[in-house]
């Protein structure tokens, strides 16, 4: 008997449970750049590259382990652009009788897959992935009976489960969560030290020659390239993060300084999410640093719990509640994506760093995207479907599992409060204090009203004007609602007329 063994391009690991029980050398393993995966989306340039890339090289360690690959190359002609045309060739070419995958981590993949059986005749099966520290079903369990779902609740759970900084039952520290230290602004002279890079060798040369030449009218900048695309590079650049970033990630991970747009971020999350690092061995490398006393406890909790805290808590939010979490718009947004969000052409200096850097380099770090980008997402109203699309194309870590419920529920609120406990919002003020954008900008932050006024600060008392009926109830809105009913009409006005002059000039 033949088994076919699909590996998806963000299942690039020797652990993926596809492979478990693979006869080495005869199961054929197939791997393949299908059209479909690359254009449902216009994916940034640099993303595709990336992951292409990395997919061609992990084919080779499979080759180098003495493993028979498939592997489908894009402009292969006769490359029939799907994975169920692929599989069905490997099919026909190797006369398997069962095709093995791991579970897509996108819906949308895995309802397609889903139907393969029928279409091919021979049993599909489908595993789970056992990457992820807590499973789906896992998940639902925890979240069974429960009125509101928190991530800190969840994160506990976690840190007791896998003995993750722990003394018995305890916290070490004596606390759970150390995110209170965890917000300074930058201060002057900050050195921050350079990122990870990694050359361009052959095999990406010939990948970035390819996007060139097939996906010229995408998003962003194919050059420069320094992405790991290996395992061995990316556990390099996990340990480069551990020794030169994480001792200050803590203290600064919510700063924002214009022309450093890595700051003290990992920049690991391409590679978990691809499968290039696991995330169990990123979480115990920085616990050592603690332990070792290269990293204090704030710095490395806060790191600990991105990993097994949000990023597990996102990925059972999603699968919790997909398909329908997709059509979310509690707050009945409608205004399209402003054209600046592809072309950085605004005057508001913060939203044109962030998209100068999201061009560059397919990344921004978490503030910029939630408080930045995010932050005036919601508060011009802009439709979910296209701030989903766009958060999902343009960054080279996203995937529709962890994109999605952090866009809609995090970012935008449109599901009413079931992710987040409240808007994400924010006014010029806190732009101004976690950065040094508003200096180089063309508005006055300190200004409130007016064709200078930083447009967030009128924006930020429209939001909650406009959805008024909608959050008033909430009781950690408690504040602005407060706020806003002490201020007379002349006040009240002067907000809606400001915001309406600006999104009408937007449109």
């Known amino acids: 008997m033949t088994t076919v063994r699909l590996i998806l391009g963000d299942q690039l690991s020797e652990q993926i449970s596809s492979l478990d029980g693979c006869a080495i050398g005869h199961d054929p393993i197939l791997m393949c750049e299908v059209r479909s995966e690359a254009t ?33 190359e894009y402009d292969d002609p006769e490359n029939t652009g799907s994975f169920l045309g692929e599989v069905a060739r490997a099919i026909t070419a190797h ?55 928190r991530m800190e609740y969840f994160y506990r759970e976690m840190r007791r489960k896998y003995n993750i900084l722990m003394t018995g039952q305890d916290p070490v520290g004596g606390q759970w969560n150390y995110d209170a230290e965890n917000r300074k602004p930058p201060k002057n002279g900050l050195n921050v030290p350079p990122p990870f890079t990694q050359s361009i060798d052959p095999t990406t040369r010939d990948v970035m020659g390819l996007v060139d030449r097939h996906f010229g009218d995408h998003f962003g900048d194919l050059e420069p390239f320094h992405f790991a695309v290996t395992r061995a590079d990316a556990l390099r650049a996990l340990d480069h993060f551990i020794e030169h970033r ?38 115990r490398a920085a616990e050592r640093a603690f332990h070792a006393g290269d990293a204090p406890l704030n710095a490395v909790e806060g790191f600990i719990r991105q990993i097994i805290g949000w990023r597990e808590y996102v990925r059972g939010i999603y699968w919790l509640k997909m398909p329908e979490y997709a059509q979310e718009n509690f707050l009945d947004a409608v205004r399209p994506l402003p054209a600046f969000f592809w072309t950085a052409q605004t005057k508001m200096n913060c939203l044109r760093q962030c998209v100068l850097e999201t061009k560059q380099n397919a990344y921004a770090h978490h503030i910029q995207r939630l408080m930045v980008l995010g932050n005036f997402a919601l508060l011009a109203g802009l439709h979910p479907d296209e ?105 009240r006005d002067a907000i809606r007329d400001d915001a309406r002059r600006f999104l009408e000039d937007l449109a």
């Open 40 to 72: 449902y989306v216009k994916h940034h340039k640099k993303k595709i590259a990336f992951l292409f890339s990395a997919m061609r090289h992990f084919a080779q360690s499979l080759r180098d382990a003495g493993h028979n690959v498939r592997y489908i």
């Open 387 to 491: 701030v989903n699309e766009w958060y999902l194309l343009v960054y080279a870590d996203a995937y529709e599992w962890v994109e999605l419920p952090n866009v809609s529920g995090m970012i935008l609120f449109a599901d009413g409060g079931y992710l987040a406990s409240k808007p994400y919002a924010a006014s010029g003020a806190y732009i101004n204090k976690m950065s040094n954008y508003c200096k180089s900008c063309s508005y006055s932050v300190s200004k409130k009203n007016g064709p200078d006024a930083c447009p967030f600060n009128y924006l930020y008392w429209n939001f909650y004007l406009d959805n008024q009926s909608k959050l008033k109830g909430n009781p950690r809105l408690n504040h602005p609602y407060a706020t806003l009913a002490k201020m007379d009409d002349m006040k």
């Open 95 to 149: 006369g398997a009788t069962r095709i093995v995958v791991t579970s897509p981590n996108e819906h949308r993949v895995l309802t397609d897959l889903q139907t393969w059986q029928d279409h091919l005749g021979i049993p599909v099966v489908i595993r789970d992935d056992t990457r992820f520290l807590c499973s789906t079903e896992e998940f639902n369990t925890w979240a069974a009976g429960r009125k509101q779902l």
């Open 246 to 283: 994480l001792s200050q990630f803590g203290d600064y991970q919510d700063a924002m300084i214009q022309g450093e747009p890595w700051m003290f971020h990992s920049h690991i999350s391409f590679y978990l999410n691809c499968g290039l690092l696991l995330p169990l061995e990123c979480v």
